[in-house]
Every structure is written in C-alpha cells, then in structure tokens.
C-alpha cells in the first residue's frame, strides 16, 4: 500500500466516471449515489452485458431528483475484447480520457473455471484496455472484492504467500489462476487447499489491484468489500443480507469520489459485513 499527494482540485472538477455490471444489485446503487455524490456536472457511465436491462435501470435512475451529474448508458460485456474496445474508443473520443474505473461486475454460481473467466480475467482486461485513457494525475480504479477473499481463506500456505507476495507480477497471479482452473478440471482444487472458486476470484482481484497500484503510482487503484448486501448474489450465500444496495455502496462510492489521503493499493472494509460504516484499509 502506498501514498501520494492528492490534488486540491482533483475532487471539484467534473468527473467521467465508468461503473461495469451496474444495471441491478450494488453497481445500480452506486450510480445511484454517484448521481447526487460526484462532483457536479460529472457524466456518469452505467454500462451491462444485458442492454435491455442496463436502458431500463437507467430510466430508472433519470427519474432521481437532485441529481447534479449526467447519466449515459453503453453496453459492457468485460469478457468481450471488442465490447470494451468500442466502449474505450467512445469515451476516449468523447471526453479525452476516463477519470474514475469501478470494477463491479462479477459473477458467482457453479461454473468455478467461469468465475475465473469473468471475475479475474474479465476485471483484468477491462483494467489493461481503460488503464491508456485514465487521467494520469488524479485516475483511480475501485475494485469491488470480498472478505470472503481474504488470504486467512487459503489453507495452502503456498498459494497464500504468492498471492500476498509484494512483488507479484501479473503474469505470476494469471498463472495461478489458471493452476486453479486446472486444478478444478481435474477435480483436485479442496485437495490441493483451495477455497471456494468465488473467494478465489476475489483474492484475484485483490491482488491484481495490488500490483497495478505499484505499477501506476500516479493513481489511486483500492479494492473493497461492501459488505453482505441484500442482491441477487448475497442472497445466494445463504440467510438474508442485512445491507441494502446504497450501504453496499457507500464505500466503493467513497474510494471513488472522496479524499482519501493520497491512500493507494489498499483493501478496505468495516469491522464487520453487517456494518455500514465508509471503511477504512484492512490487513488484507
């Protein structure tokens, strides 16, 4: 984790602002907010895979009084090179460049080696295709992880200091993201101390911020966890989530727009799932 001085301006100035997966769930909520939170006259892009459902949440959301910023909506599939290359081009030629990336979309289930897919790989695409466009001295990444992903969740005390490893590169991580693909296709991932796929995924994403954090020092790249929400995907763990979509997204929203002291490669959370707290950085 590391630190730089942030500009005195860099809040107040109108924001292009890019949110992946948010026609439902906690990306819905943070467009949500990010209508009335980010700096006035910021031109908010909530984009999906589903483009039916991604114009209906955004008649939805124009429907919001009090909003101070601008809604479009584009079509996002992060598994699909061409999709995020048309998406990258629209905004490099509307704007110039993008200040703000938050890495929402993700999926759990069944389908382990599919996580991987769209949950680490997917991330880790749309982050290399926007990473030439994103305003070089105040550009941030927010990346929604989970403490289900924390490194106490890997049993292989290998595998868990290669993720934790400072000087982890990307080549290094995807390659053992594909160890664990593969370790699934030959039915041996609890045997060789691997937790469930979607932790994987998330520890993948962690770390993928992490490292890009120490490659592009000029930004602020952070992972969160929001917390055990109320959508689709929380109530797929079991029980009913506690928190609603705006308190899972009140601190991704935060990492987005609001000071942060200069704080960068950073995994931020509450004391607890349940809490509704803005976060602050935890041993990851």
Request: charged share 20%.
């Amino acid at each position: 984790m590391s630190q730089r001085a942030a500009s005195p301006e860099e809040n107040m100035n109108p924001q292009v602002i890019l949110v992946t997966g948010a026609n439902k769930g906690i990306g819905y909520g943070i467009v949500r907010s990010l209508l009335t939170s980010a700096p006035s006259r910021s031109i908010i892009y909530l984009t999906s895979r589903d483009v039916s459902r991604g114009q209906k949440a955004v008649t939805e959301l124009s429907a919001i009084g009090g909003r101070s910023s601008n809604l479009v909506y584009h079509q996002l599939d992060i598994t699909d090179e061409q999709s995020i290359d048309t998406l990258v081009n629209k905004i490099r030629n509307a704007h110039g460049r993008l200040d703000v990336l938050i890495n929402n979309a993700s999926i759990a289930g069944t389908d382990n080696e599919l996580m991987v897919d769209v949950n680490y790989y997917g991330t880790l695409m749309v982050c290399k295709k926007f990473l030439p466009i994103i305003e070089k001295d105040h550009g941030r990444i927010v990346t929604m992880g989970s403490a289900i992903g924390h490194l106490a969740a890997f049993e292989n005390e290998e595998i868990r200091n290669q993720l934790g490893n400072p000087e982890l590169t990307v080549e290094q991580l995807s390659a053992l993201m594909d160890k664990y693909k593969a370790d699934c296709k030959d039915g041996k991932a609890s045997e060789n101390g691997w937790p469930m796929a979607y932790a994987v995924t998330k520890a993948g994403e962690t770390a993928l911020s992490g490292i890009l954090a120490r490659k592009y020092p000029s930004l602020l790249i952070n992972v969160c966890c929001p917390g055990w929400v109320n959508t689709e995907m929380g109530a797929s763990m079991g029980g009913k989530p506690p928190k609603t979509i705006d308190e899972g997204a009140i601190i991704p929203v935060r990492l987005a727009v609001s000071d942060l002291g200069g704080v960068s490669g950073g995994f931020w959370e509450n004391p607890s799932v349940m809490d509704t707290g803005v976060g602050s950085v935890s041993v990851w």
